[in-house]
RNA sequence: CGGGAUGUAGCGUAGUCCGGUCAUCGCGCCUGGUUUGGGACCAGGAGGUCGCAAGUUCGAAUCUUGCCAUCCCGACCA
């Protein structure tokens, strides 16, 4: 039998790290940083992909490819953009490798081969992009420009964590190009709810909307929106951003547009992502100290059967039984796993598919023939029933929908168990060392309270919540007045 | 980039202080058999440049030096 996963309670950064593992969605590479997305991980990857995909389809967007380079002389056009991505960059300065002439069988890059202009690996797309899009717009009829790109990007960071942060991740990288900052602002917002269905809705994981503070703001955004998430540890995790860019990237790489009046004006630009971090969230905000527990709509494999048998006559009647069962399943467009190899016991099966985050897992064994029965067991909340083999496909549908919805209560009730309003910047403190969790509290606007509550206590501002109600009161630190609270929390 | 630690089979490890039948054990893997309703058992077997490179020595996983890599704690961050 494989180790006990260490319990959320004991280590939680250990327990995701093993769940990650074991439940063979990733691993780490031979390059420092960079993971190995595995072929389990993966297929729950497409599935975000497909989903997202034809959300952005369905609000008028279309896929593109932009170059994995960029010049440092593009890199450098927007400033607060290049400055903010600066120091995690990574750079190509030569095009060719020769043999070591002091280390033989090792190889150099040849000095003859520096490159004029040294090329940086993109951090995120702007720069490329909006150099392109200069080309692309000369007047407003070649407005909105709604394109999305799905692609890898390089980040050096120092500390890196399966999913959460890696060098190298994948993602997708919208990038719109507006007439009017009416416009650009309600794209914006149109994909943050984009974002925040996709999550609520496919992940099962509630997500706060909300404005990020100046001081977090992404390099070169005039406004950044987010989806804030809990995980089961309390702490917070950014899903997704939608940035309102301004005319910055405009003005940077010089893209006007004649408008219908002709005047000649700046174009108003929005960017938005969500990454492979995604995957992270999935894990921790459901996952068990049994393993992972993926909602129905992302999962892979959503009903796995498993037979128990005495003998191969026994297995083919089993078989038999069970074929009917996945082909009724399978018209329902529900994806079924039988695993009838001889390798391993039912036991060691059913732990192993817990530990994947299988949904539903029926069991059929003699006894199941005889009754015309199968044990059905829901992986969310580990129940075991005896279900009749009339009407199953049915029952399996409505459990699925189910689970996919009580697992995002269940997130709900969590977040909102661990949500507090505080006024006291002592008991904020005291809060945060013992609950961790979401934090409602009055601040008075400005960048230096931020830093400051954020040195001394590692907490941020997460987001300014769209919803937070008008309400008078005081900045926790400063005492100064405030008239809403915002969300503070320690984050990934 | 600062502080700490670690590199031994696919994974996890013992041995390193004190150099000499020391390459240990568990999981996994292969073969055969018995098993199969919550991670089976027995028997046999395969698998190693002890992170890399120099050095000391009759002899190095063990000592010395250099390098490389990874992890943890900070600083930085989607």
Same mark, same amino acid.
Request: glycine share 6%; hydrophobic share 40%; net charge negative.
């Given at each position: 039998m494989a180790n006990a996963i260490p319990s959320r309670s004991e280590n939680y950064s250990e327990w995701y790290n093993e769940i990650v593992k074991r439940a063979d969605l990733a691993e780490n590479s031979a390059v420092r940083g960079c993971m190995v997305i595995k072929p389990y991980g993966y297929s729950i990857w497409e599935k975000m992909q497909r989903a997202l995909d034809d959300m952005f389809k369905e609000t008028g967007h279309t896929n593109a490819y932009f170059p994995l380079f960029v010049p440092k002389s593009l890199f450098e056009a927007e400033e607060k953009n290049a400055e903010g991505f600066a120091k995690e960059c990574a750079v190509v300065t030569h095009y060719r490798l020769k043999a070591d002439p002091n280390k033989p069988g090792k190889l150099i890059? &040849?000095?003859? @081969? +520096? !490159?004029e202009e040294e090329l940086i690996v993109?951090? *995120?797309s702007e720069a490329v992009i909006w150099n392109t899009y200069k080309n692309w717009i000369? @007047?407003?009829?070649? !407005?909105p420009i709604l394109i999305n790109q799905w692609a890898n990007v390089v980040r050096w960071e120092m500390r890196t964590r399966l999913f959460?942060?890696?060098a190298e991740f994948l993602w997708q990288e919208g990038h719109t190009a507006h007439a009017t900052s009416d416009e650009a602002m309600a794209e914006t917002r149109q994909m943050l709810e984009v974002y925040a269905r996709f999550a609520e809705e496919w992940m099962g994981v509630p997500v706060i909307k909300g404005y990020k503070t100046p001081n977090e703001r992404?390099?070169?955004?005039e406004e950044t929106l987010c989806i804030e998430a809990m995980m089961q540890d309390g702490k917070a995790l950014q899903a997704g951003t939608s940035h309102f860019l301004g005319q910055n990237f405009a003005k940077a790489f010089d893209v006007k547009f004649q408008s219908k009046a002709g005047v000649l004006e700046y174009v108003w630009g929005t960017s938005w992502g969500v990454s492979t971090r995604l995957m992270g969230a999935l894990v921790m905000a459901h996952s068990d100290d049994a393993g992972l527990i993926l909602p129905p709509k992302l999962a892979p494999i959503q009903v796995v059967i498993v037979p128990i048998y005495r003998s191969d006559e026994q297995l083919a009647q089993i078989s038999d039984k069970v074929k009917e069962i996945m082909s009724e399943l399978r018209k329902k467009g529900i994806s079924v796993k039988f695993?009838? @190899? &001889?390798?391993? +016991?039912p036991g060691w099966k059913f732990a192993e598919y817990e530990l994947r985050g299988v949904p539903v897992r029926l069991a059929m064994g003699a006894r199941d023939l005889e009754n015309g029965t199968v044990e059905v067991a829901r992986r969310d909340t580990k129940e075991k029933n005896t279900v009749a083999l009339e009407g199953i496909v049915a029952y399996i549908e409505e459990l699925l929908t189910e689970i996919q919805q009580n697992i995002y209560k269940r997130a709900l009730a969590f977040r909102e168990s661990n949500t507090y309003k505080v006024d006291d910047y002592e008991e904020f403190k005291r809060m945060l060392d013992a609950k961790g969790g979401f934090i409602l509290a009055h601040w008075d606007g400005t960048s230096e309270t931020e830093e400051k509550i954020k040195e001394e206590t +590692?907490? *941020?501002?997460r987001c300014i919540p769209? &919803?937070?109600?008008h309400e008078e009161g005081k900045c926790i630190l400063t005492g100064k007045p405030s008239s809403q609270r915002v969300l503070f929390a320690r984050a990934y």
């Amino acid at each position: 039998m494989a180790n006990a996963i260490p319990s959320r309670s004991e280590n939680y950064s250990e327990w995701y790290n093993e769940i990650v593992k074991r439940a063979d969605l990733a691993e780490n590479s031979a390059v420092r940083g960079c993971m190995v997305i595995k072929p389990y991980g993966y297929s729950i990857w497409e599935k975000m992909q497909r989903a997202l995909d034809d959300m952005f389809k369905e609000t008028g967007h279309t896929n593109a490819y932009f170059p994995l380079f960029v010049p440092k002389s593009l890199f450098e056009a927007e400033e607060k953009n290049a400055e903010g991505f600066a120091k995690e960059c990574a750079v190509v300065t030569h095009y060719r490798l020769k043999a070591d002439p002091n280390k033989p069988g090792k190889l150099i890059a &040849d000095p003859d @081969s +520096k !490159l004029e202009e040294e090329l940086i690996v993109r951090p *995120t797309s702007e720069a490329v992009i909006w150099n392109t899009y200069k080309n692309w717009i000369q @007047s407003y009829r070649n !407005l909105p420009i709604l394109i999305n790109q799905w692609a890898n990007v390089v980040r050096w960071e120092m500390r890196t964590r399966l999913f959460l942060r890696t060098a190298e991740f994948l993602w997708q990288e919208g990038h719109t190009a507006h007439a009017t900052s009416d416009e650009a602002m309600a794209e914006t917002r149109q994909m943050l709810e984009v974002y925040a269905r996709f999550a609520e809705e496919w992940m099962g994981v509630p997500v706060i909307k909300g404005y990020k503070t100046p001081n977090e703001r992404f390099a070169g955004a005039e406004e950044t929106l987010c989806i804030e998430a809990m995980m089961q540890d309390g702490k917070a995790l950014q899903a997704g951003t939608s940035h309102f860019l301004g005319q910055n990237f405009a003005k940077a790489f010089d893209v006007k547009f004649q408008s219908k009046a002709g005047v000649l004006e700046y174009v108003w630009g929005t960017s938005w992502g969500v990454s492979t971090r995604l995957m992270g969230a999935l894990v921790m905000a459901h996952s068990d100290d049994a393993g992972l527990i993926l909602p129905p709509k992302l999962a892979p494999i959503q009903v796995v059967i498993v037979p128990i048998y005495r003998s191969d006559e026994q297995l083919a009647q089993i078989s038999d039984k069970v074929k009917e069962i996945m082909s009724e399943l399978r018209k329902k467009g529900i994806s079924v796993k039988f695993d009838d @190899s &001889d390798a391993n +016991k039912p036991g060691w099966k059913f732990a192993e598919y817990e530990l994947r985050g299988v949904p539903v897992r029926l069991a059929m064994g003699a006894r199941d023939l005889e009754n015309g029965t199968v044990e059905v067991a829901r992986r969310d909340t580990k129940e075991k029933n005896t279900v009749a083999l009339e009407g199953i496909v049915a029952y399996i549908e409505e459990l699925l929908t189910e689970i996919q919805q009580n697992i995002y209560k269940r997130a709900l009730a969590f977040r909102e168990s661990n949500t507090y309003k505080v006024d006291d910047y002592e008991e904020f403190k005291r809060m945060l060392d013992a609950k961790g969790g979401f934090i409602l509290a009055h601040w008075d606007g400005t960048s230096e309270t931020e830093e400051k509550i954020k040195e001394e206590t +590692k907490a *941020t501002i997460r987001c300014i919540p769209f &919803d937070a109600p008008h309400e008078e009161g005081k900045c926790i630190l400063t005492g100064k007045p405030s008239s809403q609270r915002v969300l503070f929390a320690r984050a990934y």
